[in-house]
């Protein structure tokens, strides 16, 4: 729950206004869950720097996804999407272990199954536009109650 603290924390000492600090957190949770694994920075990094977003607040976004958090998330999008997209006969292995993803025979199975390229990008794409709607309305609702009540971000987190 410290993480979470945090991240409040900083939103709500970020100077702007409650849409744009919400607007620029939701696009940077779009970037961080996006199916464009391996260019989140790249992707964030350039909108801070086309646009006129806020940058911090776009930056704590795009950095949510956390490094143990990818392999479930994007196994889950992989799943979704073959499901969204009717793809029957494609299966996971049984069980996966951290041990097991390391191993040789795991990624030459994922090689194998380079087709679930389609539905993995479909799946994330899904669910990163879903996670940056709730992420904006949440930002939204935390900033608007944050800011009326006047209160010191450590009043508030201690109630």
């Given at each position: ?70 392999v479930p998330y994007y196994t889950f999008a992989t799943w979704l999407g073959t499901v969204i ?9 049984a069980q996966l272990g951290l041990t097991d ?59």
């Amino acid at each position: 729950m410290s993480r979470i603290k945090q991240i409040l924390v900083k939103l709500a000492s970020l100077e702007g206004t409650t849409r744009l600090i919400s607007l620029s957190f939701a696009i940077g949770v779009f970037i961080g869950f996006s199916p464009f694994l391996g260019l989140h920075t790249l992707m964030a990094l350039t909108l801070c720097v086309l646009t006129r977003l806020n940058k911090p607040a776009l930056m704590i976004g795009a950095f949510l996804n956390l490094p143990w958090i990818l392999v479930p998330y994007y196994t889950f999008a992989t799943w979704l999407g073959t499901v969204i997209l009717d793809m029957p006969g494609r299966s996971f292995p049984a069980q996966l272990g951290l041990t097991d993803i390391m191993s040789r025979e795991f990624f030459e199975w994922l090689v194998s199954q380079w087709v679930l390229l389609i539905p993995a990008f479909t799946g994330s794409l899904l669910l990163s536009v879903i996670l940056a709607l709730l992420a904006y309305k949440a930002a939204a609702i935390f900033l608007n109650r944050y800011r009326s009540s006047g209160l010191k971000m450590t009043k508030a987190m201690d109630s």
